[in-house]
């Protein structure tokens, strides 16, 4: 079964440099997810899109942008990279059935992104 | 505030035991969903068990099974007769009806290591 792509696997920026992340949702799933995953941490939702919209806003920096085009894939734009942005980016997708829990909605993650910032 | 609760410290088990995973939560909702969640040293975050807030049942899913104790609010995971591969981070999140876009909530996270 497909499963959610994402790309690069590994990524090493400087600081201040700009970083750009790609997921490619499961096929047909209408909702994407991004997450940061710091070293030791848990992952912290930072944004999510609803058929191509955002739809909701975590804990995601200013100087983070994201969007989902047209074809459902989703990027992640990380500007001014600093130390503190080195982490797990992970995407995850799922079906939306509109409000409220209805149903298991399983998020399915990508294999994550590894951010390292010099 | 955390809304979930994962505070055992790294667990050692032996291979073939069951491992109990604590997790309680925090939720005034009626309706919330609970997941656990396995991430092993290569990074991926693995879908293991989902439980609805209604379900009367305890949720199983082949060697995984929950201990969902509603009052208590605790959504314990059990792994039986665990393998080298369970050797994880695993991880419990909920959702919450008011988020209403499927966002979930992780815990901190319990690490495992199975040792033959």
């Known amino acids: 079964a497909a499963g959610v792509i994402q790309s690069p696997r590994h990524l090493i920026k400087e600081k201040r440099e700009t970083a750009t992340l790609k997921c490619y949702p499961i096929?047909?799933?209408?909702?994407v997810y991004w997450y940061q995953q710091g070293p030791g941490q848990d992952p912290q939702f930072l944004i999510s899109?609803?058929?191509?919209?955002?739809?909701d806003k975590g804990s995601i920096p200013d100087r983070f942008s994201a969007q989902q085009f047209s074809d459902y894939h989703s990027e992640l734009n990380m500007s001014s990279l600093e130390l503190g942005d080195s982490a797990l980016y992970f995407c995850?997708?799922?079906?939306?059935?509109?409000?409220?829990?209805?149903?298991?909605?399983?998020?399915?993650f990508g294999a994550g992104s590894r951010l390292t910032v010099l | 505030a955390q809304k979930i609760t994962q505070t055992q410290p790294g667990m050692f088990v032996q291979e073939k035991e069951a491992v109990t995973l604590d997790c309680t939560y925090d939720?005034?909702?009626?309706?919330?969903?609970l997941f656990w969640y396995k991430q092993p040293s290569s990074g991926e975050m693995i879908f293991l068990i989902y439980?609805?807030?209604?379900?009367?049942q305890n949720a199983t899913e082949g060697r995984y099974s929950l201990n969902f104790q509603k009052a208590r609010k605790s959504a314990n995971l059990v792994i039986s007769a665990s393998q080298l591969g369970d050797s994880a981070m695993y991880f419990c999140?909920?959702?919450?009806?008011?988020?209403?876009?499927?966002?979930?909530?992780f815990g901190k996270g319990n690490q495992v290591v199975v040792i033959p």
């Open positions: 995850a997708s799922s079906f939306r059935t509109g409000t409220g829990v209805s149903g298991a909605n399983v998020l399915t």
């Open positions: 096929p047909r799933h209408d909702t």
């Open positions: 899109f609803y058929e191509k919209m955002q739809s």
């Open positions: 939720t005034s909702d009626q309706s919330y969903g």
């Open positions: 439980q609805g807030s209604y379900d009367e």
């Open positions: 999140a909920m959702r919450e009806a008011d988020y209403g876009n499927n966002r979930l909530a």
